[in-house]
């Protein structure tokens, strides 16, 4: 995942932005194809995990493309497989019990815990819930509700400190 902070736009407001790859060791940069226009992050895809590149990013507004940007290197490596089948059951007024199942590949270390987001009220962008359980335990109680709440939550494993992409989401309202 690359990020960057926008440059001053010339007078003419950035549209998009250009980001290119190579492996460290080739002389050719290839464009990403981020299809999001102006955020000023991007995760680029398809590379292969322990091999190092270099990337660099350049603004485009209504004059042209801008300047490149300095090179920054590095590295992919294996997260986890996201948890799969998330869901969510309201227990009581206060208590909503999620449960998922277990990460599918583990990147290549043992999953020690898992991420909980959640989003309440829906519509209200997703929040860190827990940053780490601390366990590999593929079940959570969010106990912290008030009555008829209506929350959305996704979970993520994490391996070494490495996060994997978000679970499927999963609702459920307090009674």
């Known amino acids: 995942e690359l990020s960057w902070t926008a440059p001053d736009d010339g007078g003419s407001a950035i549209t998009d932005y250009t980001i290119k790859y190579k492996i460290s060791t080739d002389t050719t940069f290839t464009t990403f194809d981020d299809r999001i226009s102006g955020l000023t992050r991007a995760t680029v895809t398809g590379l292969t995990n322990d091999e190092s590149y270099d990337f660099n990013v350049s603004a485009v507004n209504g004059i042209g493309t801008g300047a490149v940007s300095d090179v920054v290197?590095?590295?992919?490596?294996?997260?986890?497989?996201?948890?799969?089948?998330?869901?969510?059951n309201a227990i009581s007024t206060s208590d909503i019990n999620l449960s998922w199942?277990?990460?599918?590949?583990?990147g290549g270390s043992a999953i020690t815990g898992h991420q909980i987001e959640r989003e309440c009220p829906t519509e209200n962008g997703?929040?860190?819930?827990?940053?780490?359980?601390?366990t590999p335990d593929t079940t959570y109680t969010d106990n912290t509700l008030d009555q008829d709440t209506e929350c959305n939550y996704r979970v993520s494993a994490i391996n070494d400190s490495r996060t994997s992409n978000p679970s499927n989401e999963a609702s459920a309202t307090t009674y």
Request: aromatic share 4%.
């Open 101 to 106: 199942t277990a990460s599918a590949d583990d």
């Open 126 to 134: 997703f929040e860190i819930l827990v940053d780490d359980t601390g």
């Open 73 to 88: 290197t590095a590295t992919p490596i294996p997260v986890p497989s996201a948890p799969t089948s998330l869901t969510a």
